[in-house]
């Protein structure tokens, strides 16, 4: 029983108590880019196998992405994305296939998802700039040799592509006068190892003179 007299006991105290709580905030229920598979569908490792048209109901449960792990559903997701930027059936080689636009599509945006449950997590989102960056330089290269297949792969893949901003530098005395000085350290770097392949070419020629002489 309590003893109310007691500070300690007190109503206003225990009520003071129930409003110190932190609050709980409920996690938004962000939609994932998987939702889209359907969950009878075979993984990747058992989607060819033809007996799998003679097994058990419960076994391709088992076997489909309804029972399968983030990492099975990213597989069969890839493959699916292969199949739009894939020129021909037996295109295996080409760069948008080769080329690690679909897996950085999933990455990127499995990352975005995960940013928003987690706004703080820098490390994750470092590694989501890095492959945005990755991802824009091979696009670049893409868009320079063939523009009609970068087109095609940026359309297939829901991918918007916007180039690196010009780096512009301020120009300032401090700058001046250390560009001044490392071009100085290069030249004299320069000086060191003309000096020193001249040694050696010399060298070679003294030993292939002796090769010569002796061979007299």
């Known amino acids: 029983s309590l003893c109310f007299s007691h500070p300690v006991c007190s109503p206003v105290l225990q009520a003071a108590r129930g409003y110190a709580r932190p609050v709980t905030r409920k996690r938004k229920d962000i939609p994932s880019h998987l939702d889209d598979l359907p969950p009878t569908l075979l993984k990747k490792d058992y989607a060819n196998l033809p007996i799998m048209n003679s097994v058990d109901d419960v076994v391709k449960r088992l076997l489909s992405l309804e029972m399968a792990s983030q990492k099975e559903k990213m597989k069969v997701k890839i493959q699916q994305l292969v199949e739009k930027v894939r020129r021909s059936p037996s295109d295996n080689g080409s760069f948008e296939v080769q080329g690690k636009f679909k897996k950085g599509r999933i990455l990127i945006r499995t990352l975005e998802e995960h940013l928003q449950r987690h706004p703080k997590d820098k490390s994750n989102r470092r590694c989501m700039l890095m492959d945005l960056d990755r991802r824009r330089k091979m696009l670049g290269y893409l868009r320079r040799v063939n523009y009609s297949t970068f087109e095609n792969t940026c359309k297939q893949l829901d991918i918007q592509y916007s180039p690196p901003q010009p780096y512009i530098r301020r120009v300032t005395k401090r700058w001046l006068v250390k560009k001044a000085f ?35």
């Open 182 to 216: 490392c071009i100085k350290v290069f030249q004299e770097k320069q000086k060191l190892k003309a000096a020193e392949r001249l040694k050696r070419r010399r060298e070679w020629q003294a030993r292939a003179r002796a090769a010569r002489a002796r061979q007299e």
